[in-house]
């Protein structure tokens, strides 16, 4: 690893970010917002930025549309010199609920982002989100060229897996077929101050800090690596800004904070002080048993290292939630 690769800062540029309004696009702009022109494309249905000291900064824009209008879009990347595609269906509850409305945003829509990114002359970077349930149930330090596996046909929760690997497959042949400057990310169980929609930490901090019961769905055997999204913003702006990214994928996580959610849940509650019990529902869907990435690839081209290690992670989170 180069421990001297630090990310460019980025200045005097203009920044699309579809989802900007979004948990991980919101919290990306903040760090953007200062020195370049940010312009949001979202539908809103989730809102982050409403919370945040730069929504009425000047350097912003923001466009209510939607990914599956193409028309809207190649209006709204007039110009852009870089695009960040965070918009899409997430949250498990969502997708199972809403598997047909997920591919078509998660494929048809990303498709249109990459066509509408393809028109622009002074393109510099192009950034899709992938996701790590690309690996299925069980991904014990999977890294890039991991064998993905799609789940089977019928349990809806798959095709967020599915549509999203399509994403993949699409950045990468733009960017084989057109030259496009296309980087993938794959986000592992990203948390922290902010965070819209449904999540595990930030759900269990929020009973925890009214000592309500924690609910674990299943036996809380199952384990995941957790990554601040600081640590997430770092690895993006990584991807943006190192011309060794074009053209790759790369799993963006901490592969140090490891736990079972039952684990999880007792950590919240002695990290916070809380008098929370812990109680068991069963689960409604399939799950994923083991979810831990290998960086090395982003630790080699990028330079990137999660930094914010669990507990410092969950005592921010609550802290963001005591200020509200």
């Not at 200062?34 to 929504?55: E, G, M």
């Not at 057109?178 to 922290?192: K, M, S």
Request: proline share 3%; charged share 20%.
């Amino acid at each position: 690893m180069n421990n001297d690769l630090k990310p460019a800062p980025l200045t005097d540029q203009h920044i699309l970010v579809t989802g900007g309004a979004g948990f991980i696009g919101s919290a990306l702009i903040e760090k953007l917002i200062a020195h370049n022109k940010v312009t949001i494309f979202d539908n809103f249905s989730r809102n982050a930025l409403k919370c945040k000291p730069y929504k009425d900064h000047p350097n912003l824009q923001t466009i209510t549309g939607d990914v599956l209008d193409l028309k809207a879009l190649k209006q709204a990347v007039n110009g852009a010199n870089y695009i960040v595609h965070a918009a899409g269906i997430a949250g498990i509850d969502t997708v199972i609920k809403n598997p047909v409305k997920t591919m078509q945003v998660n494929m048809i829509g990303s498709a249109n982002v990459l066509e509408a990114a393809a028109s622009l002359p002074n393109l510099k970077r192009v950034i899709c989100f992938s996701t790590s349930e690309v690996f299925g149930q069980v991904a014990f330090r999977s890294t890039e060229t991991t064998h993905t596996i799609l789940g089977a046909v019928g349990e809806a929760r798959w095709t967020y897996a599915v549509s999203k690997l399509a994403v993949e497959h699409l950045a990468y042949s733009y960017f084989k077929q057109y030259q496009l400057p296309t980087v993938a990310v794959r986000p592992f169980n990203v948390y922290g101050p902010g965070q819209v929609g449904e999540g595990a930490i930030k759900t269990m901090v929020q009973q925890a800090l009214k000592n309500e019961p924690i609910t674990i769905h299943g036996d809380g055997t199952q384990i995941r690596a957790w990554c601040y999204v600081d640590d997430m913003v770092d690895g993006i702006l990584r991807c943006l800004t190192v011309d060794e990214a074009v053209g790759e994928s790369f799993n963006i996580g901490n592969e140090r904070a490891i736990i079972t959610i039952y684990g999880l849940a007792n950590t919240i509650i002695r990290v916070l002080g809380s008098e929370s019990n812990i109680q068991y529902d069963k689960r409604a869907t399939a799950d994923i048993e083991l979810r831990i990435p290998q960086v090395r690839k982003a630790k080699k081209l990028l330079g990137f290292e999660a930094k914010v290690d669990l507990e410092e992670g969950i005592q921010r989170t609550a802290n963001s939630m005591k200020l509200k």
